[in-house]
């Protein structure tokens, strides 16, 4: 009903589970430290319910986003997306997302390069309690959190965003250090965090651009080109050939959104 070439409707949300620091993550195994005998988490819906909101979205032609961080809620969520894709396909150039993806099985790895699905992560995330995880999940399962690279090895579309307001005071520009530096801006901890997922200052800018705008289904943005919206940044610095202290000192010089200058 409101919409314009500002305005539009992404499609629609859900929530399949919570979080790992207070075990409300849907986990394929017990936490490490559970709270009580079988403690895996839970969804916050139904599974099966999970599985129809997905099936009856698409069939309206609806992308669906959905916030998954414990590996089952991931696993299964990628599995309803595989089975709707085959029944419902998406029209051209919509893309279900899904959201997070922190503690993530490698078995499932190959699920996630499907056609019409975008993994949108946010690397701020990375940083958030990572001192804690082992005791959460345990060293095995934390050290194949937030694996960026890896995504990106197996044909995955990759999406990045700040989780504004969830995480406060992170700009894209900190967003892009933290996915190739891997590390607080203090440059603590001085051992990457999972090391092999560094990936690289292109990958994670095309994650933030032209990825971010395929997370809301719009082809319009998110790349410079003759005929798409002129919504860009100029920076002080080309992030293609500084160093990764120094795109932490990269200002934005000005903002232009749909041809104007903000």
């Known amino acids: 009903t409101y919409n314009s070439d500002k305005l539009q409707m992404g499609g629609v949300k ?52 959905i916030h998954t961080i414990g590996d089952r809620a ?42 019409q699905l975008v993994i949108s992560v946010q690397p701020s995330h990375l940083l958030v309690g990572y ?3 082992d005791e959460e999940v345990g060293n095995v399962r934390a050290a194949e959190m937030f694996p960026f690279n890896s995504f990106l090895k197996v044909g995955g ?19 892009l250090y933290y996915a190739v530096a891997r590390r607080e801006k203090s440059g603590v901890p001085s051992e990457r965090l ?26 319009d943005i998110g790349t410079i080109a003759v005929g798409k919206k002129a919504d860009f940044t100029i920076l002080s610095k080309n992030l293609l050939e500084v160093t990764e202290e120094e795109i932490l000192e990269t200002e934005v010089v000005a903002t232009i959104f749909n041809g104007e200058v903000m």
């Open 14 to 65: 859900q929530f399949f589970d919570g979080v790992t620091s207070i075990h409300t993550a849907f986990l394929k195994e017990e936490y490490e430290t559970p709270y009580f005998e079988g403690d895996v988490g839970s969804p916050l819906i139904p599974s099966e319910t999970m599985r129809e909101f997905i099936l009856k979205a698409n069939a309206e032609g609806w992308p669906i986003r």
């Open 74 to 115: 991931i696993h299964e969520a990628l599995t309803y997306y595989k089975e709707s894709l085959t029944k419902f396909p998406l029209p051209q150039g919509k893309y279900n997302t899904l959201e997070h993806l922190e503690v993530m099985d490698s078995q499932d790895l190959p699920l996630v390069s499907q056609e």
């Open 131 to 133: 001192d804690t995880l």
């Open 157 to 175: 579309t990759l999406a990045f965003g700040t989780d504004t307001p969830v995480v406060v005071d992170v700009t894209p520009i900190e967003s």
């Open 194 to 219: 999972m090391p092999k997922e560094v990936i690289s200052i292109g990958e994670a800018l095309y994650a933030h651009t032209k990825g971010a705008a395929k997370a809301l289904s719009r082809d």
